[in-house]
């Protein structure tokens, strides 16, 4: 509202003066010279007025802000960390996850995970499909304890993961999700993100096996091309490439594919497949995606639908039950058939 009502002011002040200057003028006591004269005064008077308005729009902006800033710097750290002597070692976890009846919701009135049991042993590659918001991302954001379940549990090897600390949990995970997280930096600069100790023949290393050392070679820098604010400088495939890159050079215990090689073409994804095979061999990985051909492979394929398991079983089983997830593959091969 500052600038507007300066400006009416001011504004007012030039009638003011015209019409109270051409009253005198015409009576003969100041000359036309006068008037103008006068116009340039209020002008010089208002001038650093609006100023003044400008920063006081500029000072109310910067409080808004600093009030954000404030509040994120009272928020508590992480409140409920157990304590050093307390914590499960990390460093014994096989991989092997279990989900006993979890129960969770964003907004405990409106649960998004009914009740949802599964155990997985070390070293097995499950698969979780279902439709869009079924609550695949949601599991794997409890997993990795982004979030806390309301009621029941996930335990790895035994020990609940509230008993981990939240940095030695997540050190055991790899992850590639839906939303690639890039910032501004060079692309080997990213990968590292992995490990941040990696020399740069393991980046090369890591970028090659995610078949993206291809395309690093053709851009501007190669490795060391900066990727800017938004990472806006590469395609949404070739960011998902680099997370997969990131990923295989952290070389976790559990690796977790959140649609992974959703923006990928098909013949891509194939190469990618076969490095990530060897990249799970031995290792416990969680895989959503919804082009089926992809998983396959699974060793148990969870079908999950409005936060509920309805069906589990491998590949062979679930298709010979001819229920849910039958439906589903055979919807994608429709065209081919
Ligand atoms: N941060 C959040 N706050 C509140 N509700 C959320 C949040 N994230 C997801 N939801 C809700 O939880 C439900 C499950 O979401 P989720 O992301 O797990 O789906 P999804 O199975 O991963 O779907 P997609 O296949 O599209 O990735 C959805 O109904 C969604 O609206
Ligand atoms: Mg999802």
């Given at each position: 509202?500052?600038?507007?009502?300066?400006?009416?002011?001011?504004?007012?002040?030039?009638?003011?003066?015209?019409?109270?200057?051409?009253?005198?003028?015409?009576?003969?006591?100041?000359?036309?010279?006068d008037i103008q004269a006068f116009i340039q005064y209020v002008r010089n008077f208002q001038q650093p007025i609006m100023q003044v308005s400008q920063i006081s729009a500029q000072l109310q902006q910067t409080m808004a802000a600093a009030e954000r800033i404030f509040g994120f710097l009272d928020e508590q750290e992480i409140p409920d960390e157990v304590s050093d002597e307390e914590a499960a070692d990390p460093e014994v976890v096989t991989g092997a996850v279990r989900f006993d009846h979890v129960h969770f919701g964003y907004d405990p009135e409106k649960p998004v995970i009914n009740d949802f049991s599964a155990t997985v042993a070390a070293g097995q590659k499950?698969?979780?499909?279902?439709?869009?918001?079924?609550?695949?991302?949601?599991?794997?954001?409890?997993?990795?304890?982004?979030?806390?379940?309301?009621?029941?549990?996930?335990?790895?090897?035994?020990?609940?993961?509230?008993?981990?600390?939240?940095?030695?949990?997540?050190?055991l995970f790899g992850m590639v999700l839906q939303e690639t997280w890039l910032y501004n930096g060079s692309i080997a600069d990213n990968i590292r993100y992995g490990k941040l100790e990696?020399?740069?023949?393991?980046?090369?290393?890591?970028?090659?096996?995610?078949?993206?050392?291809?395309?690093?070679?053709?851009?501007?820098?190669?490795?060391?091309?900066?990727?800017?604010?938004?990472?806006?400088?590469?395609?949404?495939?070739?960011?998902?490439?680099?997370?997969?890159?990131?990923?295989?050079?952290?070389?976790?215990?559990?690796?977790?594919?959140?649609?992974?090689?959703?923006?990928?073409?098909?013949?891509?994804?194939?190469?990618?497949?076969?490095?990530?095979?060897?990249?799970?061999?031995?290792?416990?990985?969680?895989?959503?995606?919804?082009?089926?051909?992809?998983?396959?492979?699974?060793?148990?394929?969870?079908v999950m639908d409005d936060g509920d398991i309805i069906e589990q079983g491998s590949h062979e089983e679930l298709l010979a039950a001819n229920g849910h997830y039958a439906a589903l593959y055979n919807s994608q091969f429709a065209d081919v058939a």
């Open positions: 509202m500052m600038m507007p009502i300066m400006n009416i002011i001011g504004n007012l002040g030039y009638v003011v003066v015209c019409v109270v200057g051409a009253h005198q003028a015409i009576n003969g006591r100041i000359t036309i010279g499950i698969a979780i499909v279902g439709k869009t918001g079924a609550g695949k991302t949601t599991v794997i954001k409890l997993l990795m304890r982004f979030y806390d379940v309301d009621s029941g549990g996930i335990l790895l090897d035994d020990s609940d993961i509230r008993r981990f600390k939240r940095n030695d949990l997540r050190s990696a020399t740069d023949e393991e980046v090369k290393a890591a970028a090659q096996v995610a078949q993206a050392d291809h395309f690093i070679q053709t851009m501007p820098d190669g490795y060391d091309m900066k990727l800017n604010e938004e990472a806006s400088n590469v395609s949404q495939g070739q960011k998902q490439l680099l997370t997969i890159a990131r990923a295989i050079l952290h070389d976790p215990k559990i690796l977790i594919l959140d649609e992974a090689t959703s923006s990928v073409d098909t013949r891509t994804e194939q190469h990618i497949q076969k490095a990530m095979d060897n990249l799970m061999k031995g290792r416990t990985s969680f895989i959503i995606a919804h082009r089926l051909s992809t998983i396959k492979n699974a060793d148990l394929i969870l």
